[in-house]
């Protein structure tokens, strides 16, 4: 009885060791890029990139380097997920995401404000400037 017992545990246990694996997901899936590739991937991808706020102050007063995993790809930015464990696509990322950075502006609503005061600022230069001239037209 033991061995019958043990020889069945034995046949399944072979029988799960020869069953065909499951397959991965299509965006799991190996791919294959140049370095080309992926890197203009990795640039594409990067464009999306902001750091946030707290981070950014950090940034722009000490500068982190480009391999800091502040600039990692995580999959919200990732265009594929198989990308991730590309290396050159993420030494692609980091470098594309650090000069997103770079030029990343902590207030930016405050630079709109700034060019809406000077336009506003020059019309008003303006009508005063035409103000004596339509004054005097005849009507």
């Known amino acids: ?3 019958t017992a043990l020889f069945l545990l034995f046949a399944v246990f072979i029988a799960v060791q020869r069953a065909p694996a499951q397959n991965a997901p299509a965006d799991t899936a190996k791919i294959t890029l140049t370095a080309k590739q992926a890197a203009q991937t990795a640039k594409e991808d990067a464009e999306i990139f902001k750091l946030p706020p707290d981070v950014l102050k950090r940034f722009k007063a000490a500068h982190f380097a ?12 990732a265009s594929n997920y198989a990308l991730l464990n590309d290396s050159d696509y993420v030494q692609a990322f980091r470098k594309a995401a650090y000069n997103e950075s770079l030029h990343q502006r902590l ?7 700034a060019i809406l005061g000077i336009v506003v600022g020059v019309l008003v230069f303006i009508g005063f400037l035409l103000a004596p001239v339509a004054h005097n037209a005849p009507y």
């Open 66 to 77: 480009k391999t800091s995993d502040y600039f990692k790809p995580t999959k919200q930015y």
């Open 1 to 3: 009885m033991k061995r």
């Open 107 to 113: 207030h930016p609503t405050g630079h709109f404000l």
